[in-house]
């Protein structure tokens, strides 16, 4: 597997740094791919999880340099700037305004999240402090308040000698006119601001709230996020090191900006499971990653579904991210009685302390019910818990854990339950959780599911993946061999990507076609040379243009494929009744947005042949477990041994060095030529 057309000559490093487990896949110089897991925070062993595993796949002690000359790359995602942004523990940073507008932000568009809430509780805002300047620039790009920057510069040093260091810089129609955004830039430079963020070059987009609000993030988000990546920089020198963005493409470390990084671990996973799906035959794809913290879902056929605004955590952003729903479900969600009902969610363990199973004293999780109904059995589990890190999960103690909540039950309700009931109820709430939460990116948008493949991966995905198909009336489950650690696979598959965004607001017309012609070229330029100075050259780059069309008077563009206007119009026309279900012939069309990808392409998907590691196909023991509302007896088989064309029927566990898969009564197991389970 060569990239860029140049044979590969030492180690690469495909690493996702999760909330609770850090996933790594080294890929050797001989070409041979070696999996690693460990837990995100073990403070007492290890300082950063994602160094350690490079040491441990290098054998390389604590005490000793990462010898930086054997490594070709390392492509990782991070939740950095994800939890600083959910804890609010971003940088101290400043905004700037035009005169009039302080408080817009706060304000936003007074949209109410949940409509009968007769107490709205407001995020957080991320700025510390605000100052005006003055200065107005109109919608016809004509200077109506000549910019006062004599009047800023005392309130700029006043803001730096109170120790902020970061500063956005956010003006009415910026976007349009940014002259006066690079001014106040230049001189917060002077003052010494160390992180200057401007809303022209972050989001240079229509929307003065959404590109607020992206371009404080920027601000936010950026210094603690580059204080990480210089740290690992520093413990690995020169080596090439990539992070994945928010919209599924790898960008250079000394590029990486705040507003990339807001689903950086996730993308990962969406990458890696539709390069794999593709792979095994499937265009029609759920994702399904669960891991420790929560879960994502995502939605493909044929292409990655983009938003250019969301909101995250209360902010609203203004950047291509990938279409992904999350939910706080995870094998780390505790399972709480609360007296009256069991709720799981959406409190999480963590990796500290973690499940009750993980000999840290941690609270019952989703991971301790799988445990008691013996889908989890310790001595097929990785035993990298306890203080020395190689203990197995502790059984008795989640046995213990139920049992005493069994009582409570009881005692609150009067109503007996054992405590395998117990875990199998909780169990079926966390499944139903998820399930909605793929009913929200797939039936409620007019997909019909039952048409598509789960593709299901993540440290927990495969225990649970019969029991999602089932609620959700899918019919098909791909288990990829890399299943556990397929979010860190997917940094390795992941092309170089570049995105650029410019509005436009213009009726779309055959005499419109010569400016987007020349906009889309300009993007095209930028976007281009981005990918280039991080090594891809001509031969394996492509560069795709976008159009987002909108009824006239509408607010929702679809992105088409730029070319003729009949053309766009009748694919946004197609798009838009998949979507909406009717469409308005005889409306206007707006040209809402232009935007340009350049793609570097790096690696291809190796599809090697599956060959069982033993002669004989049988299974490792037999296991007393809890399926279906019943107890059942469960053959336990080791994936590497089932022979391609072999079948496993449920109930059945399948166990690997980075997952267990869990087979539920009438469901049927294939393995395939190519190494891939098939769930039917």
Not at 223 to 238: E, K, N, Q, S, V
Not at 297 to 323: D, I, K
Not at 328 to 338: H, I, P, R
Not at 642 to 657: K, Q, S
């Amino acid at each position: 597997m060569d990239e860029a057309g140049v044979k590969l000559a030492g180690w690469q490093f495909w690493i996702d740094r999760g909330g609770t487990f850090t996933d790594i896949v080294g890929r050797a110089p001989d070409g041979e791919l070696h999996t690693h897991k460990l837990l995100s925070e073990n403070p007492e062993a290890y300082e950063d999880a994602a160094l350690q595993g490079i040491r441990d796949l290098l054998g390389v002690g604590g005490n000793e340099a990462i010898p930086e000359a054997g490594i070709d790359a390392v492509k990782m995602g991070t939740t950095v700037a994800t939890n600083a942004l959910l804890e609010r523990k971003g940088d101290r940073t400043l905004l700037v305004v035009t005169e009039g507008f302080r408080d817009q932000l706060r304000i936003a568009y007074q949209a109410r999240p949940r409509l009968f809430d007769r107490e709205i509780t407001l995020p957080e805002m991320l700025y510390e402090r605000v100052e005006e300047v003055t200065e107005r620039v109109d919608a016809k790009n004509e200077i109506l308040v000549p910019l006062d920057l004599d009047g800023l510069r005392p309130r700029l040093e006043a803001a730096f000698d109170d120790g902020i260091r970061s500063i956005a810089i956010v003006l009415m129609h910026g976007y349009r006119v940014p002259d006066h955004e690079v001014r106040i830039a230049q001189l917060a430079r002077e003052i010494g601001f160390t992180q200057v963020s401007t809303s022209h070059e972050t989001s240079p987009m229509i929307k003065f709230v959404g590109r607020g609000d992206t371009t404080v993030a920027d601000a936010y988000l950026s210094p603690i996020l580059r204080r990480y990546i210089d740290r690992i920089a520093a413990t690995l020198g020169g080596v090439n090191l990539q992070f994945m963005q928010s919209n599924g493409g790898l960008k250079g470390a000394s590029l990486f900006q705040g507003k990339d990084a807001i689903l950086s671990g996730p993308a990962g996973g969406i990458v890696g499971a539709v390069r794999t799906a593709e792979q095994a035959g499937f265009d029609k794809v759920i994702t399904f990653d669960m891991g420790g913290t929560s879960t994502d879902v995502a939605h493909y056929e044929n292409s990655y579904e983009r938003v250019f605004e969301t909101v995250v955590a209360g902010v609203r952003m203004q950047a291509p991210m990938l279409l992904i729903h999350t939910v706080a479900a995870g094998g780390g969600s505790l399972c709480q009685f609360d007296g009256a009902r069991f709720r799981v969610g959406p409190e999480s363990a963590g990796a500290n302390p973690g499940p009750a199973c993980y000999r840290r004293g941690g609270p019952l999780a989703v991971t301790d019910c799988n445990v008691m109904l013996g889908k989890l059995q310790p001595e097929f589990f990785q035993p990298v818990f306890g203080q020395n890190q190689d203990e197995p999960l502790d059984a008795d103690a989640v046995r213990a854990r139920f049992t005493e909540m069994a009582a409570e039950v009881e005692s609150s309700t009067g109503i007996s339950r054992s405590p395998e009931e117990l875990a199998d109820g909780f169990l079926r709430i966390a499944v139903e959780n998820m399930a909605n939460a793929i009913k929200k990116i797939s039936v409620q948008r007019g997909y019909d599911v039952t048409d598509y493949a789960l593709q299901c991966f993540g440290g927990a995905g495969g225990q649970h993946a019969c029991l999602i198909a089932d609620v959700l009336g899918m019919n098909t489950v791909l288990v990829h061999p890399f299943a556990g650690v397929l979010s860190a696979y997917g940094m390795g598959l992941a092309d170089v990507r570049a995105l650029r965004e410019r509005t436009i607001e213009a009726p779309l017309s055959d005499g419109l076609v010569p400016r987007l012609v020349a906009e889309l070229d300009e993007l095209a330029a930028v976007a281009e040379a981005e990918v280039e100075a991080q090594g891809i050259g001509d031969d394996r780059m492509e560069t795709r243009r976008y159009v987002h069309l909108r009824y006239d008077g509408s607010d929702t563009a679809l992105e088409v494929p730029y070319g003729p206007v009949d053309e766009m119009v009748e694919a946004y026309q197609t798009a838009y009744r998949s979507r909406f279900g009717f469409i308005m012939p005889g409306k206007g069309v707006i040209a809402a947005t232009i935007s340009v990808e350049a793609i570097g392409l790096t690696f291809d998907v190796e599809a090697g042949t599956h060959v069982a590691a033993s002669d004989s196909f049988m299974p490792l023991a037999t296991v007393d477990a809890y399926m279906g509302g019943a107890p059942v007896t469960a053959p336990v088989y080791r994936r590497e041994s089932i022979p391609a064309g072999g079948t496993v029927d449920g109930p059945a566990l399948i166990t690997e060095a980075t997952a267990t898969t869990i087979i539920e009564p009438g469901w049927q197991a294939e393995m395939t030529k190519i190494g891939n389970l098939v769930l039917r």
